[in-house]
């Protein structure tokens, strides 16, 4: 391939100043560790935002400043932190950055520069957004779907500029995105080594790719809802403005259209859910390969799931629009597409669990973070089968029941892989092991207090109990027993919050005192274990790019003595291991 | 996607060695690909603006720009700036070639003047707008008003993206480095020029159209 060839000759450029070296880096590595960081530190901002929720729900009036608005604010900015700010940009800007390159063999990504850009419009954005905190009026606290006309109508939380400095925000990201998934695709069809097909590469980057490819597409989706609401707002324009009289006053606008701004918003709306939930597939088949010690199951199955959930999830969006009242025919046709998605996503978690069948099971860290994956995300899908069906929908969808389902199946089950692939990547991006037992505590009460969290609150949704309410007291229909299930839950959920402190510590002390992992800590076989330095230096590889001859997942392959063949071993080289292994063990039949 | 995939995977040989792979990817090609992902994006930003725009067209409010005493009824500012467009496409069209060949001198004209002609529409667009606050059509006065600064505005903010990358290339152009480097370059901008054209076009066809095509359009598309 004339890419490695060329990667070969081309001298490379070494920053040479602190500051072009981590700063100002256009090295993929150091840009993904930006980008996780600074997704690590919003996110921590929108889990204190939930606990100061859980607070008011749980024992209502225990804070002083949360009135109703200041709960609807931090609910606003909880929703779109984790979503847009914390996971995507975690999961393509940071998983994406770094394993993209180093799993593909190249040097770098494409375009260094513009994938620095992309960091710095990225924190830019996140900037922006905390600065509403501090503005007149605080952030907006229309709720993370910013529906007009509530969301910038007076009266409501953040209408005044809370609402701009969001919808400025969101323009900032889309760019940011847009500049990095303009990176992650070009790379994944440009800049493969000699022998990394398409059909080779490791299915994280396979949901990485497929991921970038919807980001492109649906984000510009929320820059045009982003841009016309702001025209609205700014310019008095009526794109999505009705007639209304707000406050005794009739307003300027006319003839707008609410359902407009629904459609485009979860336009990119659905397509966000798989941005986040491709990647996480892709990375949990890593893991589970690499510590079943077997080849992933299906893998050209994998492949074409993850192609197919991703077009699907360009005609499912409607599906958050059941009660918006549109016609029954298209709430047929969406529920169709709706559960006909499910059908390549549950082939996927069969393919996981024929992995796991008869593997060698190894229960490190990143195992269990996937393993607790699948259990939760499908726990979360099952509840999606029944909500994606209009006559279910309807009476659930203003429940908890809808809380509990898109928080297990969007917010814990992405995390879940968040966290087994920061433990899993975490020896190749420092060179030391996290660890293990607070790991494994970090775990057991990451995942228990998850389930202790959201699995109650199928039951409250169930009861009635009605979602985005801010405080549930005095009403008839909900039961005292609901009310000491909210204060339980709101006990684990400050549990699980203050635990995550035991990530946070193990995260920045194993950087500089855990154990030296070495090159390659867990015997896996794809490319970036077989990097020539831990950490990776600048340009990843030393004068030649390495040579693919199999795909990543040659795991217990019979007659040879490892129980793994890394990519970069050919089929001579193979024969020579196997006949190594039968001379050390003439009893075995080779 | 499916042939693509197919011919990647009859590579998947059990012989091992690596297969010889597409020829001829160079860095020329790689921008060539991001920049078709990038067309790719914004095809996707503008195609939901004029679903948007089909949509809102259908409520009794909008005042099409297109009535007898309205700015648009006769559009012959509108087309003077199309033929400069379609001038600027033509002249970059031209360096194109000519950088091909080899020509350094003629690419340098003809690449100018692909610019100049760029940033001469984007003047007339600012004089349209102007006429259009002559007239009093204000962007927040009809829903049409809005959507013909908003799309003329975010086309033309695109031309600007384009002549940044035009003006860093015919810098280094005039500075003397060789054609050979800046080749592709010229292309890339001959291709985004191309493409804006295109998009003009579309956008001018349907700003331009009457309320009964808006009708067709959102009949056809099930809108209605």
Redesign the interface.
């Known amino acids: ?3 490695a060839e ?1 990667a070969e000759t081309e001298a490379l450029h070494e920053p040479r100043s602190f500051l072009t070296k981590y700063i100002w880096s256009q090295d993929h590595k150091v840009i993904a560790i930006q980008y996780a960081l600074t997704a690590l530190f919003v996110g921590l901002i929108a889990l204190v935002l939930s606990g100061l929720m859980r607070l008011q729900i749980g024992f209502p009036g225990s804070i002083a400043f949360m009135d109703a608005s200041a709960y609807y604010q931090a609910m606003t900015m909880h929703g779109m932190i984790m979503v847009i700010y914390l996971l995507t940009a975690l999961f393509l800007g940071g998983f994406g950055n770094y394993l993209i390159p180093l799993m593909l063999g190249s040097r770098d990504m ?2 260094p520069y513009v994938n620095m850009l992309s960091y710095w419009f990225y924190l830019l954005s996140v900037l922006i957004l905390l600065a509403s905190f501090f503005v007149t009026g605080g952030p907006t606290g229309a709720g993370w779907t910013l529906y007009p006309p509530q969301s910038i109508t007076q009266g409501s939380p953040g209408a005044q500029w809370g609402i701009v400095l969001m919808l400025v925000s969101l323009a900032t990201f889309i760019v940011a995105a ?1 500049m990095g ?2 990176n992650y ?2 790379t994944v ?3 493969r080594t ?2 990394m ?4 590469m490791p299915l994280s980057v396979w949901g990485i790719f497929m991921a970038s490819i919807l980001a ?3 984000f ?2 929320l ?2 809802s982003a ?2 609401m702001l ?1 609205d707002t700014l ?5 999505f403005m009705p007639a209304i009289i707000s406050m005794g006053q009739p307003l ?1 606008h ?4 609410p359902i ?1 701004f629904q459609h ?1 918003f979860w ?1 990119f709306g659905h397509p966000e859910v798989y941005i986040v939930a491709l990647p996480a597939f892709g990375l949990v088949s890593d893991l589970i390969s690499v510590h079943a010690r077997k080849n992933i199951f299906g893998y ?1 199955m994998m ?1 074409w799931a993850i ?1 197919a959930i991703g077009v699907l999830s360009f005609v499912v969006w409607a599906h958050h629009m059941y009660v918006s009242g549109m016609n029954p025919y298209f709430g047929f046709f969406f529920a169709t597409t709706t559960l006909v998605i499910a059908v390549p996503t549950a082939l996927k978690v069969y393919n996981w669990v024929l992995t796991l069948w008869q593997g060698d099971i190894h229960l490190t860290v990143p195992m269990l973070f996937a393993l607790a994956f699948i259990v939760t995300f499908l726990v979360g899908g099952l509840t999606g089968l029944f909500l994606g069906n209009v006559i279910v929908d309807i009476p659930l969808s203003d429940t908890y029941f809808v809380v509990a389902h898109f928080h297990m199946v969007m917010g814990v089950a992405p995390v879940l892989v968040v966290f087994g692939a920061i433990y899993q990547w975490f020896p190749k991006i420092t060179g030391r092991m996290m660890n293990d037992r607070l790991g494994k505590l970090h775990f057991w009460i990451t995942f228990l207090g998850t389930y202790a969290i959201f699995f109650p609150m199928h039951y409250l949704g169930f009861l009635g109990m009605p979602r985005r309410y801010y405080a549930y007291e005095n009403y008839e229909f909900i039961p005292q027993s609901a009310q000491e299930l909210n204060a339980f839950i709101s006990v684990v959920a400050l549990t699980v919050g203050v635990s995550q402190l035991l990530f946070l510590i193990n995260l920045f002390w194993s950087a500089f005192k855990g154990r030296p992992a070495g090159g390659n800590p867990w015997g896996a076989a794809s490319l970036e274990w077989q990097t020539p330095n831990t950490p990776p230096v600048h340009g990843n590889w030393g004068a030649k790019l390495p ?5 990543a997942y040659d795991y217990s392959v019979p007659g040879v003595a490892q129980d793994f063949v890394p990519q970069t071993v ?3 080289e193979l024969e020579q291991m196997k006949q190594g292994h039968a001379a050390s063990n003439p009893t075995e039949p080779s | 996607m499916s042939r693509l995939l197919a011919s990647h995977s009859n590579n998947l040989d059990p012989a091992g060695g690596w297969p010889a792979g597409p020829t001829g990817l160079d860095e020329a090609q790689t921008a060539r690909v991001g920049l078709r992902v990038l067309l790719a994006v914004i095809s996707s930003l503008f195609m939901l603006f004029l679903i948007a725009f089909i949509l809102r067209s259908q409520v009794p409010d909008w005042r099409p720009l297109t009535e007898p005493m309205a700015p648009l009824a006769q559009p012959w500012a509108l087309w003077l700036n199309t033929a400069l467009l379609i001038c600027a496409s033509i002249s970059l069209q031209w360096a194109r070639v000519a950088a091909r060949r080899g020509q350094a001198k003629a690419t340098i004209t003809a690449f100018s003047l692909g610019g100049g002609l760029a940033i001469a529409f984007l003047a007339g667009q600012l004089w349209v707008w102007q006429q259009f606050v002559a007239w009093g059509y204000f962007v927040a006065s009809n829903p049409a008003n809005s959507f013909f600064y908003l799309l003329t505005g975010l086309h033309g903010l695109h031309l600007l993206g384009g002549l940044v990358a035009w003006a860093i290339t015919l810098g280094k152009l005039l500075r003397g480095a060789p054609l050979a480097q800046l080749s592709s370059k010229v292309e890339l901008c001959a291709i985004y020029w191309h493409y804006l054209l295109g998009l003009w076009l579309l956008l001018f066809a349907l700003l331009t159209s009457t309320p009964q095509t808006y009708e067709a359009i959102a009949a056809f598309c099930g809108l209605r």
């Open positions: 391939m004339a890419y060329h494409v375009f847009t998934g303009l695709v070009t069809l440009q800049a000699y022998g097909t398409l059909l080779r492109l597409l649906a510009p989706a820059f045009v841009v016309m025209f310019l008095g324009t009526s794109f300027d006319q003839g707008g259209s407009l485009l336009f050209r492949v192609i040579v693919v001859h199999r795909w050919s089929d001579a």
